[in-house]
């Protein structure tokens, strides 16, 4: 039902968890995926095989630091020249840093700054111009329930979660009628990023499930959904839409 044969579609932090999720589906519905990755290039490999295996298309990995705006600069050089255009950039990559008011640690804010809000920034800006070569171009954002209601120990991650919520909006209201920009907005999800708060102790698992309506902690595939529905053309009335992937755990858009 969901055809995205003929799209080109970027996933930033594809190699792991909700990305290398959202990187399969998109495969599956017939696009092309560019895995963006950091540090995990053996499994970001093994990810683009898979893709292989899922449909023989030019399914591609690229490396860069979003610490590094000259990084992110040549990533989509790099689709420029592959690819000529863009139909979708999935802003997924981020951080999630501990960082209490009492022992506020600069350099961790400036990081989860750079990662989760610079980052999207910057790629969107360069992929602006391969996205005007779109027909069909949209931007899918990960947002989190942290930045809706707030998260205690994680205000830069929660400020930097809004944020995105924020930019989704403006980028809506500014890039139309060309571009359709939306953002998943996920609660908890059982990933890397996540497992030591979910896996090493069942009883806090079971109190965090238990506050969820849903009663159960997202998998990444239950987030990948979402994201490729905002990039298909079923989506094509929606922009601007904060969408909840939370079981209900926050009851607001
Ligand atoms: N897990 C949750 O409970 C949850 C809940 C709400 C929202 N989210 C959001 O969902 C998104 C994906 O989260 P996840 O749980 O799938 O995380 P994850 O498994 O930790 O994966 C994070 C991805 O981001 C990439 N990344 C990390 N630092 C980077 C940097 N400096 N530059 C470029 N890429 C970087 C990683 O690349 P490498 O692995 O190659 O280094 C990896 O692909 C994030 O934006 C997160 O905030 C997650």
Redesign the pocket.
Known sequence: MIDLNGMHVLV????????AAASRLFARAGATVLVH????EEQ?TALVEELFAISARDHRRFP????EPSEIEELFQYVSSEWGRLDCLVN?????LHNPMSQFDEDRYIATMR??VR?PFLCLRHALPLLRLSKQASVVN?S?TSGQRGEPFYSPYSASKGAIISATKAWAAELGPEIRVNCVA????D????SAALRDDPAVREEIESAIPLRRVAR?EDVAGPIVFLASPLARHITGEILNVNGGSVLCG
């Open positions: 930033t932090g594809g190699s792991r968890g909700i990305g990755y950091r540090d995990h970001a860069c630091d979003f610490m997924n990559a981020g951080i999630w990662v989760n980052g990960v989190s996920p609660g908890w999800v990933t890397d990023m996540s990444a």
